[in-house]
């Protein structure tokens, strides 16, 4: 087991302990202890995202909404979202935007072209699951 030391520097001046310590001087003295830090288990990346949905669409614009992936045992919390697309049957996923929250809007998109849009979550450790994924004709 990897385990790390930290060190914390402690005072005392006054204190009847002290000066029990120190046979009636009264001094400032210091005293470093070392303690054991336990090493917290690694974190994971985040889940999928959930229930990705066209909220609102307009000419050149979409606003989708997602859920958040569920919240289990040693997985971080979430970062941020990433929102991709791609042309429908083509690859080459391109981003198009990122945001903290569960909805984007997303403006001067390109119209009359088939678009499939998909959501990743991301925290320190790494990009979650692809979510499910939602296609539009603006």
């Known amino acids: 087991m990897n385990e790390s030391f930290y060190g914390a520097r402690l005072s005392w001046s006054n204190q009847s302990r002290l ?3 120190l046979a009636g001087r009264h001094r400032r003295t210091t005293q470093f202890l070392k303690f054991r830090r336990r090493p917290g288990k690694p974190l994971q990346p985040p889940g999928q995202v959930a229930d990705l949905d066209i909220d609102d669409e307009g000419r050149g614009w979409i606003k989708l909404t997602w859920a958040a992936p569920p919240k289990e045992v040693g997985k971080g919390r979430v970062r941020y979202y990433e929102v991709q ?3 429908r049957g083509k690859d080459g996923w391109r981003i198009e935007g990122a ?3 569960t909805f984007i809007q ?3 998109q390109e119209r009359g072209v088939e678009w499939a ?7 320190k450790e790494g990009r979650g699951t692809d979510s499910n994924v939602v296609v539009a004709v603006l």
């Open 19 to 21: 000066k029990r310590l």
């Open 106 to 108: 997303l403006d001067n």
């Open 99 to 101: 945001t903290t929250d």
């Open 117 to 123: 849009y998909r959501v990743i979550a991301f925290n």
């Open 85 to 87: 697309r791609t042309e």
